[in-house]
């Protein structure tokens, strides 16, 4: 158990510059809030409603986090700050972060009946912070989704997503330069990243990679000539 309890602060370590020691980082309201969501979960699932609804109820006031008891959490979620709202039928996968006021919100079924309302994120997703992320959607691995968006499609697989409505970039905001190093908000062309200034570094990364498909491009066109002239000769 210790050792499992050992790993996931690690992985927040990975994750945030901030603290000094595992120490430090058990005193996080997002690792509190997980943890007491673990508890909840498990009334939960034992039908023991009001019990789960307590625990939540305790946990919301402590650390300002609010995660349904019935929502589904994988290993190394991580909530960097507070005012996050978790839905009951979300869905988290492994290696998750989330920032500050984030929602994982739901829709209303027409039909009244209830079910998938809320949104899936599989493995590796980061999700900026302020965003919006609605409704029975799959954000899919390693996705990204920037500060502010407002989702309520799916995401495809390493995408990086910005605006309102969240719509796709060309950044591709999927794989690090380095596999171990962390890249917040899914922006490798900067070493540092300030979300205030998101639009701006999102419109350098879009041109860098346009600039790269347009070399290519020119490459194959120089190349056409010899290839032409190779086939003649054949």
Same mark, same amino acid.
């Not at 120490?23 to 690792?31: M, S, T, W």
């Not at 200034?197 to 000539?225: F, N, V, Y």
């Given at each position: 158990? /210790?050792?499992?309890?050992?790993?996931?602060?690690?992985?927040?370590?990975?994750?945030?510059?901030?603290?000094?020691?595992?120490? =430090?980082?058990?005193?996080? #309201?997002?690792?509190?809030?997980?943890?007491?969501?673990?508890?909840?979960?498990? !009334?939960?699932? $034992?039908?023991? &409603? /009001?019990?789960?609804?307590?625990?939540?109820?305790?946990?919301? *006031?402590?650390?300002? +986090?609010?995660?349904?008891? @019935?929502?589904? +959490? @994988?290993?190394? &979620? &991580?909530?960097?700050?507070? &005012?996050v709202v978790i839905g009951e039928t979300a869905e988290i996968g492994d290696d998750v972060t989330i920032y500050q006021c984030v929602t994982l919100g739901?829709?209303?079924p027409d039909n009244g009946v209830a079910g998938k309302r809320h949104p899936t994120l599989a493995d590796g997703v980061i999700i900026g912070s302020g965003?919006?992320?609605?409704?029975?959607?799959?954000? @899919? #691995?390693?996705?990204?989704? @920037?500060?502010?968006?407002?989702?309520?499609?799916?995401?495809?697989?390493?995408?990086?997503?910005?605006?309102?409505?969240? $719509? *796709?970039?060309?950044? =591709?905001?999927?794989?690090?330069?380095?596999?171990?190093? /962390?890249?917040?908000?899914?922006?490798?062309?900067?070493?540092? /990243?300030?979300?205030?200034?998101?639009?701006?570094?999102?419109?350098?990364? =879009?041109?860098?990679?346009?600039?790269?498909?347009?070399?290519?491009? !020119?490459?194959?066109?120089?190349?056409?000539?010899?290839?032409?002239?190779?086939?003649?000769?054949?």
């Amino acid at each position: 158990m /210790f050792g499992r309890l050992a790993a996931y602060l690690d992985s927040i370590r990975a994750r945030d510059p901030a603290p000094h020691s595992r120490a =430090e980082i058990l005193l996080y #309201p997002g690792v509190w809030a997980l943890g007491l969501h673990r508890i909840a979960h498990r !009334l939960y699932r $034992r039908r023991l &409603f /009001f019990l789960a609804r307590v625990v939540n109820h305790v946990a919301r *006031a402590w650390t300002a +986090i609010d995660i349904h008891p @019935g929502a589904r +959490i @994988g290993r190394n &979620f &991580f909530i960097d700050h507070g &005012f996050v709202v978790i839905g009951e039928t979300a869905e988290i996968g492994d290696d998750v972060t989330i920032y500050q006021c984030v929602t994982l919100g739901g829709t209303s079924p027409d039909n009244g009946v209830a079910g998938k309302r809320h949104p899936t994120l599989a493995d590796g997703v980061i999700i900026g912070s302020g965003a919006q992320v609605l409704g029975p959607i799959l954000v @899919g #691995p390693r996705a990204r989704v @920037g500060a502010n968006a407002v989702v309520t499609r799916d995401v495809p697989a390493g995408a990086v997503m910005v605006g309102i409505p969240a $719509r *796709a970039t060309m950044v =591709e905001g999927g794989a690090a330069e380095t596999p171990s190093r /962390f890249v917040p908000y899914g922006t490798p062309c900067s070493e540092m /990243f300030d979300p205030a200034t998101q639009k701006m570094e999102i419109m350098r990364c =879009e041109m860098e990679s346009m600039r790269k498909r347009l070399d290519a491009l !020119l490459a194959e066109q120089g190349d056409r000539p010899q290839r032409e002239a190779e086939r003649d000769r054949a």
